[in-house]
């Protein structure tokens, strides 16, 4: 079993960047896919992002592509695997508490699908002001 552990997130001004991590406790998170999904308040989770176990893969919402890139770290000198999420050009309507959450398979279909992973993060918020 693996927690995911997000960190990195904070208040920004519109236009500027912010850059998300998250890190497995517990196992590694090199046999696991990993999302980003965010909820802002009154609305229901959705996603963001989405990376496969390898790194080959990437998929993201259409209300983020071109501005956050989702990455990570398959050093073989950091046996844990840290996901990042770049997020650039940010706008009020990114404000919401961003989850990472991972996945011990997951189909293509389940990948921008809250039900398609199996572990989740407590959440950091991020703020864009105006």
């Known amino acids: 079993q693996v927690q995911p552990v997000e960190s990195g997130g904070g208040l920004v001004q519109a236009g500027g960047s912010l850059r998300l991590s998250c890190a497995p406790s517990?196992?590694?998170?090199?046999?696991?896919?990993v999302g980003w999904f965010r909820q802002a308040p009154g609305k229901e989770r959705e996603f963001v992002a989405h990376i496969t176990w390898s790194g080959d893969n990437t998929y993201y919402a259409d209300s983020v592509k071109g501005r956050f890139t989702i990455s990570r770290d398959n050093s073989k000198n950091t046996d844990k695997n840290t996901v990042y999420l770049q997020m650039n050009s940010l706008k009020p309507e990114d404000t919401a508490v961003y989850y990472c959450a991972a996945a011990v398979y997951a189909p293509v279909t389940a990948w921008g699908k809250v039900n398609g992973y199996d572990y989740w993060g407590q959440g950091t918020q991020v703020t864009v002001s105006s």
């Open positions: 517990g196992r590694t998170f090199s046999t696991y896919a």
